[in-house]
């Protein structure tokens, strides 16, 4: 039956497979259905129907149940054990009235049971019902594939994007079990599909993403708060063989499905740029610095000493000349202590390893000198730093920390603190309003965002939080060793 013409096409053209081994019944029966206008072939034994209907698969079979050599039971299991005939519908037509001979009709396969004598009105009526089951059957079935094609062939569209993409698309359910990872996925991290699959996501993750990501979920599960949902975070990702790399993160939920997609980009080379950029800009300012030092530094310092010495030789008395002398003594010392203030925004850190250190304490020094605000560093251990330019971003973050807590914190205490374990930590607490949880779209400072910068480029984490009883916490924190790290 061709589903294309069933709707349309008129039913008298549906072809019939009549079976009975009485030629008499075989033709009244014939000729009754002729008359309805059916495509009938007569045939009068079992073993012809079987060919016939091979030859010619009809959309309906007319079945005696008593024939010599081959009854109507063993044709229709024949029939049904064929992929090409089984769905034609079969209708028995017997005279055995017996229960038991109907439940074996229909458990062969048969779709109806018809005693003899039949009426005509009611095999019409029945076969009518049963073709009309078997046309919309044979459009389901069609329908199904159909769309089982179209369904298929979208799936292998989206594999094939999958697949190609340049970045890595993993998806995960709400407890972090990885549910699907493509080609990309592998070979950035390194493992195979199959090494993932069931596997927790944190396994792609170094400490501490690694802990606060679980945390994030438990968060994620017991209140609905999504916080890793969004695009451009950037992270550091684990490879199969421990080295670690930083990636750009963007999350999204599929709710309905309860399942998160993450997709991750590699940017070590953007980062090597940006590290490159800063580091080229860092040496120029340190070269400036070095040069104003040598030169009008020097030059100063020299003008200093000759400008004491003829104060000397004038005298300290009240005439013209010495009080001329001492203006440009005073003058000479404050140009001295500007240019320092210059030096020091462009060598904010001094290039040995324990420059960190020293830098943060004399910032401290400088607020507590200003008067407004105590200031204290505290280091219990010494901290070196090998990296000058890691120290200087460290600085300048920490720096820019202070002056906040000291400009809009209205704090009564600073507290600088470094420390150092598998982490360089510095946190910056002060005592004051803390932070307005307001947003601040409009407001123009860029301190914050000059902070967030440098911490990234240097793969530093960045973490402004409300301090206890009062005031803010904002702690930088550096995994030593850089964020390239080789492998374990
Ligand atoms: N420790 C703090 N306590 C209270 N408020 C703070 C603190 N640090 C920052 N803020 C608030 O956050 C805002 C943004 O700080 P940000 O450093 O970006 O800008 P700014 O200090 O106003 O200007 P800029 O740093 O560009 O000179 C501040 O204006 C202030 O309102
Ligand atoms: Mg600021």
Redesign the pocket.
């Known amino acids: 039956m061709n589903p294309e013409t069933c709707h349309t096409g008129p039913v008298h053209l549906a072809s019939i497979l009549a079976v009975d081994d009485a030629a008499a019944n075989l033709q009244v029966l014939a000729g009754m259905l002729k008359d309805r206008g059916y495509r009938v072939r007569p045939v009068p034994s079992g073993k012809l129907a079987l060919l016939a209907a091979r030859r010619d698969p009809p959309d309906l079979i007319l079945l005696d149940i008593n024939m010599p050599d081959m009854n109507g039971f063993a044709v229709c299991e024949q029939l049904k054990a064929d992929d090409r005939l089984r769905a034609i519908p079969v209708i028995f037509i017997s005279a055995l009235t017996e229960p038991l001979d109907k439940i074996r009709a229909f458990s062969t396969g048969g779709v109806d049971y018809i005693t003899k004598p039949f009426q005509m009105e009611e095999l019409h009526a029945r076969v009518e019902t049963h073709l009309n089951l078997r046309r919309l059957q044979v459009e389901l079935e069609y329908e199904i594939e159909q769309r089982t094609i179209a369904l298929r062939k979208s799936q292998q569209q989206l594999a094939a994007i999958l697949h190609t993409a340049a970045d890595a698309i993993i998806t995960i359910d709400a407890m972090g079990i990885i549910k699907s990872v493509n080609a990309a996925t592998e070979r950035m991290f390194g493992y195979t599909a199959a090494e993932l699959i069931d596997q927790n996501i944190t396994i792609l993750m170094p400490s501490p993403y690694r802990e606060e990501h679980d945390r994030y979920l438990d968060s994620y599960n017991v209140t609905g708060i999504k916080k890793i949902i969004g695009i451009g975070q950037e992270v550091v990702a684990r490879r199969k063989n421990g080295s670690t790399f930083p990636v750009e993160l963007a999350v999204s939920a599929v709710d309905h499905l309860k399942l998160f997609t993450g997709i991750l980009r590699d940017i070590t080379r953007r980062k090597e740029l940006e590290r490159d950029v800063l580091e080229i800009t860092s040496r120029e300012q340190r070269r400036i610095g070095q040069d104003l030092h040598d030169s009008v530094g020097q030059e100063l310092t020299a003008l200093n000493i000759l400008a004491g010495d003829l104060a000397e030789c004038i005298g300290t008395d009240d005439s013209n000349e010495s009080k001329l002398v001492e203006r440009i003594v005073r003058g000479l010392r404050r140009s001295q202590k500007e240019l320092r203030t210059v030096m020091r925004g462009l060598l904010p850190v001094a290039v040995d390893t324990e420059g960190l250190m020293a830098a943060l304490s004399d910032l401290a020094d400088r607020i507590q000198r200003e008067g407004k605000v105590t200031c204290t560093f505290d280091c219990p251990e010494p901290v070196t730093v090998a990296d000058n330019l890691d120290a200087t971003q460290v600085f300048l973050i920490a720096q820019?920390a202070v002056?906040?807590a000291a400009?809009h914190a209205w704090a009564n205490h600073i507290r600088v603190s470094l420390k150092s374990d598998q982490f360089l930590v510095v946190h910056i607490r002060d005592d004051g309003v803390g932070m307005s949880t307001r947003p601040t779209e409009n407001h123009s400072?860029l301190?914050l965002r000059i902070m967030r910068n440098r911490a990234a480029i240097i793969g530093a984490k960045l973490n402004i939080q409300p301090a206890e009883p009062t005031g803010t916490l904002v702690t930088c924190a550096l995994l030593r060793g850089n964020h390239e790290t080789k492998p374990d």
């Open positions: 820019e002056y906040n400009k400072g301190g």
